[in-house]
């Protein structure tokens, strides 16, 4: 199961094949509350501050990951407009406002870095929305995603979108990651799926590329708040630091969405385990369903 197992969850892919570059939406039911952990060093984000403890405003329409570095976040500006046209956003005496936060990861030197997705690309993933199931791999914001950099350029592979559903007390908790790592990819139980070490070694002179951000949303349909939503996020974040290594990077702008948007009872801390495991099988997930893009081969080719 994927992420779109959880109830009124919906995902949306826009691929540029050529560009290599693309856009991925989650677009959510209401209501429904949302937090964020941005770990890495390099990130670039859009209504992020929001989602802090505090904010007025705690429900969100959808959530957008893009390619493009900082260009894609106009993909966000699509999906605000759609949402829009679909009478769905945060009530305001002059309308609706859409609500979307967004992150992007660096793809700009694996195909076309002028090919960078914008409001159409957003509209268009967001128009393509569905709860079947998600496709993974070199799709959407995964297209043009590339793992294992850190240790030299002819080491990189292609990393992609991943999607994993754990169930607790009667919860699905749902996770869509984009694998995009400057470090090495592992599996859960530690087995290697790119062929680097399993602790990394300094490297006096980083190699380039070093440009990377690996991206999570979670989604569950227990009934949580937003302090405990973020919890789930440093669980996701865990994962992503049992998975890829090294992570967190001053290169990575690794960053983790958590919602909830059910009714369900469940522990949060029995939800933060399950977003723990589900954040690292869509990990590991993303990388047995990437193809062979832009002269970068995958883990099985290498």
Not at 18 to 26: A, D, E, P, W, Y
Not at 107 to 117: K, T
Not at 161 to 188: I, K, P, Y
Request: proline share 7%; hydrophobic share 45%.
């Amino acid at each position: 199961m994927t992420i779109t197992a959880v109830p009124g969850v919906r995902v949306g892919h826009w691929t540029d094949p050529i560009g290599l570059t693309g856009v991925t939406v989650v677009v959510l039911p209401e209501p429904n509350v949302a937090a964020v952990e941005v770990r890495g060093a390099a990130p670039g984000t859009r209504e992020t501050s929001l989602l802090a403890p505090g904010m007025k405003v705690e429900t969100i329409q959808a959530i957008v990951l893009a390619g493009g570095s900082a260009f894609g976040l106009a993909a966000a500006d699509g999906v605000v407009r759609a949402l829009e046209a679909d009478g769905r956003g945060h009530p305001t005496f002059a309308g609706v406002v859409p609500i979307v936060p967004a992150a992007i990861l660096f793809d700009l030197g694996v195909g076309d870095p002028s090919a960078r997705p914008g409001p159409e690309a957003g509209e268009a993933a967001y128009r393509s929305a569905s709860a079947a199931p998600t496709e993974m791999g070199s799709v959407g914001a995964g297209t043009g995603a590339v793992v294992a950099g850190w240790r030299g350029f002819e080491h990189l592979c292609k990393g992609g979108v991943g999607s994993h559903v754990e169930m607790v007390d009667g919860a699905a908790v749902g996770v869509l990651v984009v694998v995009n790592a400057v470090g090495d990819v592992f599996t859960l139980e530690g087995e290697s799926l790119t062929g680097g070490p399993p602790v990394p070694r300094l490297v006096p002179v980083a190699p380039r590329p070093l440009e990377n951000t690996t991206l999570v949303v979670v989604a569950t349909d227990a009934r949580l708040d937003r302090s405990a939503l973020q919890r789930v996020c440093v669980q996701a974040h865990d994962a992503i630091a049992v998975c890829l290594r090294p992570s967190h990077t001053r290169y990575d702008g690794d960053a983790a969405f958590a919602v909830s948007c059910g009714e369900h009872r469940a522990d949060a801390d029995g939800v933060g385990t399950a977003a723990f495991v589900a954040t690292g099988r869509a990990i590991e997930a993303a990388m047995r369903a990437a193809t062979p893009l832009g002269g970068i081969e995958t883990m099985e080719g290498r």
